[in-house]
Nanobody
Framework: QVQLVESGGGLVQPGGSLRLSCTAS?????????MRWYRQAPGKEREVVAGIRSGNSTNYLDSVKGRFTIYKDNANNTVYRQMNNPKAWDTAVYYC??????WGQGTQVTVSP
Protein backbone atom coordinates (compact mmCIF):
# COMPACT_ATOMS: atom_id res chain seq x y z
CA GLN A 1 0.00 0.00 0.00
CA VAL A 2 1.43 3.33 -1.07
CA GLN A 3 1.38 6.10 1.50
CA LEU A 4 2.33 9.72 0.89
CA VAL A 5 3.07 12.07 3.77
CA GLU A 6 3.45 15.80 3.19
CA SER A 7 5.25 18.16 5.50
CA GLY A 8 6.66 21.66 5.53
CA GLY A 9 3.52 23.74 5.32
CA GLY A 10 2.85 26.81 7.40
CA LEU A 11 2.79 30.57 7.29
CA VAL A 12 5.08 32.33 4.85
CA GLN A 13 5.39 36.01 4.04
CA PRO A 14 5.06 37.35 0.52
CA GLY A 15 8.47 37.34 -1.07
CA GLY A 16 9.71 34.61 1.26
CA SER A 17 10.27 30.94 0.54
CA LEU A 18 8.93 27.60 1.69
CA ARG A 19 9.69 24.01 0.82
CA LEU A 20 7.15 21.22 0.97
CA SER A 21 8.14 17.56 1.19
CA CYS A 22 6.25 14.45 0.13
CA THR A 23 7.75 11.23 1.42
CA ALA A 24 6.52 7.97 -0.03
CA SER A 25 6.35 4.56 1.59
CA UNK A 26 5.25 1.27 0.10
CA UNK A 27 6.89 2.16 -3.19
CA UNK A 28 10.07 3.66 -4.58
CA UNK A 29 9.62 6.99 -6.30
CA UNK A 30 12.28 6.43 -8.94
CA UNK A 31 10.06 3.72 -10.44
CA UNK A 32 6.93 5.88 -10.47
CA UNK A 33 6.07 7.33 -13.89
CA UNK A 34 5.14 10.71 -12.47
CA MET A 35 4.26 12.54 -9.28
CA ARG A 36 2.38 15.78 -8.86
CA TRP A 37 1.64 18.55 -6.44
CA TYR A 38 -1.93 19.82 -6.37
CA ARG A 39 -3.50 22.62 -4.37
CA GLN A 40 -6.98 23.59 -3.33
CA ALA A 41 -7.86 27.05 -2.18
CA PRO A 42 -11.06 27.76 -0.23
CA GLY A 43 -14.06 27.71 -2.52
CA LYS A 44 -12.03 26.57 -5.51
CA GLU A 45 -11.41 23.31 -7.30
CA ARG A 46 -8.25 21.33 -6.82
CA GLU A 47 -5.66 22.16 -9.47
CA VAL A 48 -2.33 20.74 -10.59
CA VAL A 49 0.57 22.96 -9.56
CA ALA A 50 3.58 20.98 -10.72
CA GLY A 51 4.53 17.54 -11.96
CA ILE A 52 7.70 15.54 -12.39
CA ARG A 53 8.25 12.45 -14.49
CA SER A 54 10.55 9.52 -13.93
CA GLY A 55 13.09 11.09 -16.30
CA ASN A 56 12.97 14.29 -14.23
CA SER A 57 11.14 16.36 -16.84
CA THR A 58 8.85 18.87 -15.13
CA ASN A 59 5.77 20.92 -15.88
CA TYR A 60 4.12 23.79 -14.01
CA LEU A 61 0.93 25.73 -13.74
CA ASP A 62 1.48 28.98 -15.64
CA SER A 63 0.92 31.15 -12.57
CA VAL A 64 3.76 29.47 -10.65
CA LYS A 65 6.36 29.19 -13.40
CA GLY A 66 9.62 30.77 -12.33
CA ARG A 67 8.60 30.71 -8.66
CA PHE A 68 7.97 27.02 -7.89
CA THR A 69 10.35 24.15 -8.46
CA ILE A 70 9.53 20.46 -8.19
CA TYR A 71 12.34 17.96 -7.75
CA LYS A 72 12.89 14.60 -6.19
CA ASP A 73 15.44 12.83 -4.05
CA ASN A 74 15.35 9.14 -4.90
CA ALA A 75 17.65 8.23 -2.03
CA ASN A 76 15.15 9.64 0.47
CA ASN A 77 12.08 8.59 -1.54
CA THR A 78 10.88 12.17 -1.38
CA VAL A 79 9.48 14.72 -3.82
CA TYR A 80 9.90 18.38 -2.97
CA ARG A 81 8.21 21.57 -4.02
CA GLN A 82 10.20 24.73 -3.48
CA MET A 83 8.13 27.91 -3.39
CA ASN A 84 9.92 31.23 -3.87
CA ASN A 85 8.35 34.68 -3.89
CA PRO A 86 4.95 33.39 -2.81
CA LYS A 87 1.83 35.43 -3.47
CA ALA A 88 -1.35 35.70 -1.43
CA TRP A 89 -3.18 33.64 -4.02
CA ASP A 90 -0.83 30.72 -3.42
CA THR A 91 -2.60 30.19 -0.10
CA ALA A 92 -4.13 26.72 -0.24
CA VAL A 93 -3.92 23.17 1.01
CA TYR A 94 -1.22 21.41 -0.99
CA TYR A 95 -1.45 17.72 -1.82
CA CYS A 96 1.01 15.22 -3.16
CA UNK A 97 -0.28 12.71 -5.72
CA UNK A 98 1.05 9.45 -7.15
CA UNK A 99 -0.51 7.44 -9.98
CA UNK A 100 -3.46 5.11 -9.36
CA UNK A 101 -5.13 7.50 -6.99
CA UNK A 102 -2.73 7.83 -4.09
CA TRP A 103 -2.98 11.13 -2.23
CA GLY A 104 -1.25 12.60 0.75
CA GLN A 105 -3.21 14.11 3.61
CA GLY A 106 -2.49 17.67 2.53
CA THR A 107 -0.57 20.48 4.17
CA GLN A 108 -1.78 24.04 4.62
CA VAL A 109 0.25 26.91 3.18
CA THR A 110 -0.78 30.43 4.11
CA VAL A 111 0.88 33.41 2.47
CA SER A 112 0.40 36.51 4.58
CA PRO A 113 2.46 39.47 5.84
Amino acid sequence: QVQLVESGGGLVQPGGSLRLSCTASGTVIFSITFMRWYRQAPGKEREVVAGIRSGNSTNYLDSVKGRFTIYKDNANNTVYRQMNNPKAWDTAVYYCYAPRGFWGQGTQVTVSP
